[in-house]
C-alpha cells in the first residue's frame, strides 16, 4: 500500500517484497493441486555476502580459498548418533548452522599461535543483493510479481479458483502494508467463453423452436421435433465426455441446430401427411395398428434420402481429422462434436421421431397450410413465374454476379481463423538493445503512466527482462505489458469498439521517446510465441550464408 511501512519504521524496498514471495507466498501456492511451480520476477533475492579485504588476507597469509572453506565447513548441523542412559535413547545433533550476520563474522578460518583469525577480521559481512536480470512493474512503481504454472494436462479452470482461493489464504499472513492480489487471471476469459457459448447455444434453440411452430402449423408436431435438440446434445455430451473432448467455444460454438433437426422436420412432415391422407380416405379417426402401418411407410420414404443428406455432411467434416499440431488440437473438438451430434440426430429422427408421432399426434390430423406459408407463396409464385419466363436475363444477370464474386474473392485477405477477442490488451515495449535494466525500468514507469490516464484502464503491469525461471528469456530492453481494461459498463463509452481504444493508445505512447510497439492480445502474445517463436502475426525469417546478401 502507499505509504506502507515495516516494523521497525523503514518503508519495503523490492528486496522486501522478494523476501515475502520467496519465504510466506511462493511456498503456500506451491502447496495448491495442479501446480507445478511459481516463477518470480521482480525485487531482489536477499543474499549475505562476504566481501574480503585483499591486504587482510594477506597479513594473515590466507587465501580466498581458505576463507570459503572455513564458510562452508562451519554453516551445517551434524547428527552424532545417540547415547542410552537409564533405559532411555538420547538422539545428539551438533547445531551448527549461521543464525545471524553477527554469526558469519564470527567464524574461525584459523588460529595462529593460539590467536584465532575470524571471518570479521579478513572480510566485511553484510546483506546485499543477486545482480538481477528482470523487474516488475505496475502502474508506474517497481513490484514483484509471480506466474502459477499448471501442469501439463491439468484444468486451467480448476487450477486457477484453486489457486485464487489459496491466495485468499495466504492474505492474512501476509505484513501489514503488504498486497498480494491477482493480476491476470485465465479464468474470467474462460467464464466469458463458456457465458458465449450458454448465450449462442440457447438463442440458437430457442429460434430454431419458434421457426418450427410458425412454419409446421402443428403443435404437437413441432413439439416432437423440438424434442430432437435436447435429446441430441444429450448424445452428443455423452460422446465427448466418454472420448475426452473439451466443451469450449470452438467445439459447441459449431453446433447447427436447424442442421440437427432437418431430418426430423422431414420425416415429421411426411408422416402428418400420409396421416390426414389415409384419415381422409377412410372417413374416420384411424386406428393404432393403422397409426402405425402409415407413419413407418413415411418414414420409410423419406428414409434414405434422409440419410444420405445427413451422411454428405458428415462427410465433409472428416478431412478436419487429418490436420495435425495446432490446427489438429484446435479443430478435432468441433469436427467431432458435429459429426457427433448428427449421428444422435440421424438415429432419433428414423427411431424415436417416428414411434413419437404414432403415439402423440393424436386422432384428427388434418394436413392445412398454415397463415404464414400462405403468403410466402402468395409473395414467391410471382417470382417464381417471372423467372422462369425470363431464364436468359436471368442466368445472365447471375453470371455476371458470380464472376465479380469470383473478383473480389482474389482482393480478399483470409486468415485462418478469427481472433478472439480476449478483453484485455497486450503490447511489447521494444527498447534500444544494450539498454540496462536499471534504465528500462525509469521508461517504464513513464510509459505505465501514460497509459493509466486512459479511463479505461484498470491496471498496467510489465515483465522487463529474464524471470527467476528462464521459462520466457527477455533481454533487459524488452517488457512484456499487460493492460487489463475495466468492465465495459464503467468504460466512459461502454460501446467504444476496442480497435478505437488500442488506435488512440498507440497515438499516446508513440509520444513517449526511446520505445517502439508491438500490440497483441496476452494469450494471443503467447500462442504465437509459441508456434513460430516471434510475438507478431506474420513473420518474416531469413536464413543463409552472407547475411548482408
Not at 538420547?90 to 549461521?98: E, M, N, S, T
Not at 422462369?388 to 464474386?405: P, R, W
Request: glycine share 8%.
Amino acid at each position: 500500500k502507499e505509504g506502507a511501512l515495516k516494523p521497525d519504521g523503514t518503508p519495503y524496498t523490492p528486496t522486501d517484497l522478494r523476501e515475502i514471495q520467496d519465504w510466506i507466498i511462493k511456498p503456500q501456492l506451491r502447496t495448491v493441486a495442479g501446480v507445478t511451480e511459481i516463477n518470480t520476477i521482480g525485487g531482489y533475492a536477499k543474499e549475505y555476502q562476504v566481501a574480503p579485504w585483499p591486504e587482510q588476507l594477506v597479513a594473515h597469509g590466507l587465501s580466498l580459498a581458505e576463507l570459503v572453506q572455513a564458510l562452508e565447513r562451519n554453516n551445517g548441523n551434524v547428527g552424532a548418533g545417540y547415547i542410552e542412559r537409564r533405559g532411555e535413547q538420547y538422539l545428539i545433533r551438533a547445531p551448527g548452522q549461521v543464525g545471524s550476520i553477527e554469526d558469519i563474522a564470527n567464524i574461525v578460518i584459523r588460529s595462529t599461535q593460539g590467536t584465532p583469525v575470524r571471518v570479521r577480521d579478513v572480510a566485511e559481512v553484510g546483506i546485499g543483493q543477486e545482480l538481477r536480470t528482470g523487474a516488475a512493474t505496475e502502474n508506474g512503481r517497481e513490484v514483484v510479481l509471480g506466474t502459477v504454472f499448471m501442469l501439463l494436462g491439468e484444468n486451467s479452470r480448476t487450477v486457477s479458483q484453486a489457486v485464487d482461493r489459496k491466495l485468499e489464504q495466504i492474505r492474512s499472513s501476509l505484513p501489514p502494508g503488504v498486497i498480494a492480489q491477482t493480476v491476470y487471471d485465465r479464468t474470467i476469459l474462460i467464464d466469458k467463453a463458456i457465458g458465449t457459448v450458454k448465450k449462442n447455444l440457447f438463442e440458437g434453440a430457442v429460434l430454431v423452436i419458434a421457426i418450427l411452430f410458425l412454419f409446421l402449423g402443428n403443435i404437437r408436431a413441432a413439439l416432437i421435433t423440438a424434442a430432437v435438440i435436447p435429446l441430441a446434445m444429450l448424445f452428443t455430451f455423452t460422446g465427448m465426455v466418454t472420448n475426452g473432448v473439451s466443451a469450449n467455444l470452438m467445439s459447441l460454438g459449431a453446433l447447427d441446430f436447424g442442421i440437427i433437426i432437418d431430418g426430423a422436420v422431414v420425416i415429421v412432415e411426411n408422416c402428418v401427411r400420409r396421416l390426414a391422407h389415409a384419415q381422409a380416405l377412410a372417413g374416420r379417426p384411424l386406428t393404432r395398428d393403422e397409426r402405425f402401418h402409415e407413419v413407418f411407410a413415411a418414414a420409410r420414404e423419406a428414409r434414405r434420402p434422409l440419410l444420405y443428406g445427413q451422411l454428405i455432411i458428415m462427410v465433409v467434416y472428416l478431412p478436419i481429422f487429418a490436420l495435425t499440431g495446432v490446427e489438429g488440437k484446435m479443430f478435432h473438438p468441433m469436427a467431432f462434436t458435429v459429426v457427433a451430434a448428427l449421428v444422435g440426430a440421424m438415429i432419433l429422427s428414423i427411431t424415436f421421431i417416428p414411434a413419437a408421432v404414432a403415439l402423440l399426434i393424436g386422432n384428427h390430423v388434418g394436413e392445412k397450410e398454415n397463415r404464414l406459408m400462405g403468403w410466402a407463396k402468395r409473395g414467391y409464385a410471382p417470382l417464381l413465374d417471372w423467372a422462369l419466363l425470363n431464364k436468359a436475363l436471368l442466368l445472365t444477370v447471375t453470371a455476371v454476379v458470380v464472376a465479380l464474386s469470383g473478383l473480389l474473392v482474389t482482393r480478399m485477405g483470409s486468415e485462418f481463423i478469427p481472433s478472439l477477442s480476449e478483453g484485455d490488451i497486450a503490447l511489447h515495449a521494444l527498447r534500444i538493445p544494450g539498454t540496462s535494466l536499471t534504465q528500462a525500468i525509469e521508461m517504464q514507469t513513464e510509459l505505465e503512466r501514460t497509459i493509466k490516464r486512459f479511463p479505461e484502464v484498470e491496471r498496467v503491469f510489465a515483465k522487463l527482462g529474464t524471470a527467476e525461471i528462464a521459462t520466457d528469456p527477455m533481454p533487459p530492453n524488452v517488457a512484456d505489458n499487460f493492460v487489463m481494461l475495466k468492465p465495459r459498463a464503467e468504460w466512459p463509452d461502454p460501446k467504444r469498439p476496442i480497435e478505437s481504444l488500442v488506435a488512440e493508445l498507440q497515438q499516446a505512447v508513440g509520444k513517449v521517446p526511446g520505445n517502439n510497439y508491438e500490440f497483441t492480445q496476452p494469450i494471443q502474445m503467447r500462442f504465437n510465441e509459441l508456434i513460430s517463436g516471434v510475438r507478431s502475426d506474420v513473420a518474416v525469417k531469413v536464413f543463409g550464408d552472407d547475411m548482408a546478401t
